[in-house]
C-alpha cells in the first residue's frame, strides 16, 4: 500500500515523486502513457513506488487518507482525469491540482467534489524542475479539510527556511491558485526588468559582455540578493560552441503559457494598478511582432543623446532594485484585492513568506517585505519598513530621464517610476477628465467643496 499517488509523469510530477520517495514516503505512481512509465527510473528502494496505468488499480493502492496528486497540463485534462477518477472514488478521498490552473476553474472543481464528499486542492507549486526535486514553494487553496489531511506529507517535501516550511493553506476555493497566478505575474516583471536593465548596459551605455556579465554576478551579493539575479549572471556567462555569448544568439521572441495574462485580467477586473506586470505581459506579445519592428526600426528615426551616468553600477542597482520593490507591491495589491472581493481572507504575511524560499521569485528583498506586511498598509509602498525607496529616487530618476533622452525602449523600467509617482501625486489631473466627460456626455462630476453629483451646461 502507498501512502501518495502522483499522477503524470511528466517533468515535474517525475521530480516531485522523487522528492516523495526521497522523504521516505511512498509513492504510487500514474502514468497512461507506458513508455513515460518505463522512463521513471528511482535507484533505491523499489518496494516503495509502483507505476499503475489503470485509475481503479491505483486508487486501491492507497492508505487511507488516499491522496492524488495530478501533476499534469492545466486546462480541460485536469476535468477528465477527474471524470476518469471519480467512479473509483470515496467521501473523504483528496485531490490534489498542482499545474498552473486556472483558478475559476479550481473553484469550480472544489466547490462541485465538495458536494461529493471529496476534497480537492488546488496547490500553486513553484521552483521548477529543480524545485520540484529538492522543495518546491506550495500555495495551498481549496478544502481546509483536505489540507489538514494532507499537510503532514506536503510541507515536508516543501522548501524550508529557518525550520518553517514554504507550503501552507492560502484560502478556500482557488486561492492557492490566484496566489501562483499572481507570483507568475511578479515573476513576469522582474524577468522584463532584468531584460530592460540589460538593454540600457548594453544598447545604452555600449557596455562589453564581460562587465555586463560581471556586473550582474556582483549583484548577488548585493540587495539584489535573488534567483532570478543568480541565474541571469549564469545565462550571462554561457558560450556557445563558437565562443560567443549564447544570449546574443536567441530570437527576440518570448513566449508565455498564459499566467501574466491572466494577472492582468484580474487587475482590471479587480481595479487595481499594475503597470509594471502589465508592460512585461505586453513586451512578451508586442516581441512576436517582429516584422514590425523591423519596419520601424527603418521609418521611425529619432533624435538621441547617448547615455551618461556617471555611476551606472549603483544607480542601475538602485533603478532595478525600486523596479522590483514596486512589482511585489503590486502584485501584493492584487491579491489583497481579491481576497477582498472574494471573501477568501487570505493573511498576506504568512502567504507572501511562502515565497521566501523554493520559489522563482525568492530573494533576500522578500524578508523586508513580509515585515512590511506587518505595518498592515494598502499598499507596501507606504509602509516604514520600505521607505528606503525614496534614497533610490535620485539615482532612479536620472537613469529613466539618461534612457528616455536615449529613446531606448525599456518599458518596465520608465512605466514603474510613473507608477511611483502616482503614488506620491495627492492631486491626480482627472478632474479635467471628469469635466469634459460632463461636457459632451452629460456624465456628473462630484466637486471638493460640496457632496453630490452635478451637471454643468460648459459649452
Ligand atoms: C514556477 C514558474 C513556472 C513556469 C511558468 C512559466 O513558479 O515554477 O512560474 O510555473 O516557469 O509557468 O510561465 P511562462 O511560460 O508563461 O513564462
Redesign the pocket.
Known amino acids: 500500500m502507498y501512502e501518495i499517488a502522483i499522477y503524470g509523469l511528466g517533468v515535474m510530477g517525475s521530480s516531485l515523486a522523487k522528492n516523495l520517495l526521497n522523504k521516505g514516503f511512498s509513492v504510487a505512481l500514474f502514468s497512461k502513457n507506458e513508455e513515460e512509465g518505463r522512463r521513471f527510473v528511482y535507484e533505491a528502494l523499489n518496494e516503495n513506488w509502483k507505476v499503475f496505468s489503470e485509475e481503479k488499480t491505483l486508487l486501491s493502492s492507497l492508505t487511507s487518507p488516499r491522496i492524488i496528486f495530478l501533476m499534469i497540463t492545466a486546462g480541460e485534462p485536469v476535468d477528465i482525469v477527474i471524470k476518469n477518477l471519480s467512479p473509483y472514488l470515496k467521501k473523504g478521498d483528496i485531490i490534489i491540482d498542482g499545474g498552473?490552473s486556472y483558478f475559476k476553474d479550481t473553484s469550480r472543481r472544489t466547490n462541485y467534489l465538495k458536494e461529493l464528499g471529496i476534497f480537492y486542492l488546488g496547490i500553486g507549486?513553484?521552483?521548477?524542475e529543480k524545485?520540484a526535486l529538492t522543495g518546491p514553494s506550495m500555495m495551498v487553496g481549496g478544502s481546509l479539510e483536505g489540507w489538514e489531511a494532507s499537510r503532514y506529507i506536503l510541507q515536508k517535501i516543501a522548501a524550508h527556511l529557518q525550520g518553517e516550511s514554504c507550503c501552507n493553506y492560502v484560502g478556500p476555493e482557488g486561492a492557492g491558485h490566484y496566489v501562483?497566478m499572481v507570483?507568475?505575474g511578479i515573476?513576469?516583471a522582474i524577468l522584463q526588468l532584468i531584460a530592460d536593465t540589460y538593454a540600457v548596459m548594453k544598447r545604452g551605455l555600449g557596455l562589453d559582455h564581460e562587465i555586463i556579465t560581471k556586473i550582474f554576478s556582483d549583484w548577488k551579493s548585493s540587495q539584489l540578493n535573488s534567483y532570478l539575479i543568480d541565474i541571469t549572471a549564469s545565462v550571462l556567462s554561457k558560450r556557445d560552441s563558437d565562443g560567443a555569448p549564447l544570449v546574443d544568439k536567441i530570437l527576440d521572441v518570448a513566449?508565455?503559457?498564459?499566467?501574466?495574462s491572466w494577472t492582468l485580467e484580474e487587475a482590471v477586473a479587480r481595479e487595481v494598478y499594475v503597470p509594471t506586470i502589465c508592460e512585461s505581459v505586453f513586451a512578451r506579445y508586442f516581441s512576436a511582432n517582429r516584422q514590425l519592428r523591423i519596419e520601424g526600426n527603418q521609418m521611425l528615426t529619432t533624435t538621441v543623446a547617448p547615455m551618461q551616468l556617471e555611476d551606472y553600477n549603483t544607480q542601475l542597482k538602485d533603478t532595478l532594485l525600486a523596479g522590483i520593490i514596486c512589482s511585489y507591491a503590486q502584485g501584493i495589491e492584487l491579491i489583497q484585492k481579491a481576497s477582498i472581493d472574494y471573501g477568501w481572507n487570505i493573511d498576506l504575511v504568512s502567504t507572501v513568506s511562502l515565497w521566501r524560499d523554493g520559489?522563482?521569485i525568492r530573494s533576500q528583498l522578500l524578508q523586508d517585505i513580509v515585515e512590511a506586511l506587518m505595518e498592515r498598509k494598502q499598499n507596501i509602498l507606504l509602509t516604514k519598513k520600505l521607505s528606503y525607496i525614496t534614497a533610490l529616487e535620485p539615482s532612479w530618476r536620472e537613469t529613466i530621464t539618461q534612457v528616455q533622452n536615449d529613446a531606448l525602449a525599456v518599458p518596465t523600467l520608465i512605466s514603474t517610476l510613473s507608477y511611483y509617482d502616482c503614488f506620491h501625486t495627492d492631486k491626480m489631473s482627472v478632474n479635467i477628465v471628469q469635466a469634459l466627460r460632463d461636457c459632451f456626455g452629460a456624465h456628473t462630476y462630484e466637486r471638493i467643496d460640496k457632496e453630490g453629483y452635478f451637471h454643468t451646461n460648459w459649452e
Do not use: A, F, L, P
Request: charged share 20%.
Open positions: 498552473n507549486v513553484s521552483g521548477g524545485g501562483k507570483h507568475n515573476e513576469y513566449r508565455q503559457k498564459g499566467t501574466g520559489c522563482i
